[in-house]
């Protein structure tokens, strides 16, 4: 079984600069929910989707980042403008269910360093 | 509030030796999660404890959850180098799937 795919690995640009990432769950889970991890820090949720609807995104910076997922699959995580504060691993995970019970499956991650 | 605490944050010992890890919680937990990740790598689940004074076993390694689900360990007995990375409790929070991950335990293993 193919696991969580995310792309690029890495990534450097410079601050007020935009950017994308994207992620491809295990086929037939519906959630997919994408974390900022900071060094030394344990993940933080950005947004999670129950297929193509958002669930939550309590804790997303939306006047610079936005997430989609249209067909209910794939999805995008963009930010515009980037901040320094923003270099980070970004984690995409997803699960067969929308419990907090679910066990979730995490993708490599993007590193992103902005300068 | 809904954060976990774990403790210690770092934690060196010599091949052979034990390691337990800590998650507290000021407030009842639903379930709590283990996942582990090596250095340089992704999050990686390693278990999931639901009922009061559960303990669970998987080899080398020995999950409990406390009796009145605020706090979770982790002890590995007789650690070996493949155990090094950080380990992480995650609470579930609400109705939906979120999680809350501590800060994580990272554990440094000397051959």
């Known amino acids: 079984e193919a696991g969580v795919a995310q792309s690029p690995r890495y990534k450097i640009i410079e601050k007020r600069q935009s950017v994308a990432f994207w992620c491809n769950p295990i086929?037939?889970?519906?959630?997919l929910y994408w974390y900022q991890q900071i060094l030394g820090q344990g993940p933080k949720l950005l947004i999670q989707f129950q297929n193509n609807g958002v669930v939550d995104d309590s804790q997303l910076p939306k006047d610079r980042f936005s997430a989609e997922r249209l067909k209910g699959v794939d999805s995008t995580l963009k930010i515009q403008p980037a901040k320094l504060e923003d270099s980070a691993v970004y984690l995409c995970?997803?699960?067969?269910?929308?419990?907090?019970?679910?066990?979730?499956?995490f993708g490599p991650g993007t590193r992103l360093t902005v300068l | 509030g809904q954060q976990v605490m774990q403790i210690p944050q770092y934690q060196h010992v010599q091949e052979g030796e034990d390691f337990t890890t800590y998650c507290n919680s000021s407030?009842?937990?639903?379930?709590i999660q283990w996942y582990k990740q090596r250095p340089g790598g992704h999050p990686v689940f390693l278990i999931q404890l639901v009922k009061s004074g559960e303990v669970k076993k998987q080899k080398r390694l020995t999950f409990q959850f406390g009796e009145a689900k605020k706090n979770s360990s982790l002890h590995i007995t007789a650690t070996q180098t493949t155990d090094v990375g950080t380990y992480f409790c995650a609470r579930g929070s609400g109705n939906t799937g979120k999680l809350i991950f501590g800060q994580g335990t990272t554990l440094q293993v000397k051959p």
């Open positions: 086929s037939g889970h519906a959630t």
């Open positions: 407030t009842t937990l639903s379930n």
């Open positions: 995970a997803s699960s067969s269910g929308s419990s907090s019970y679910n066990e979730q499956f």
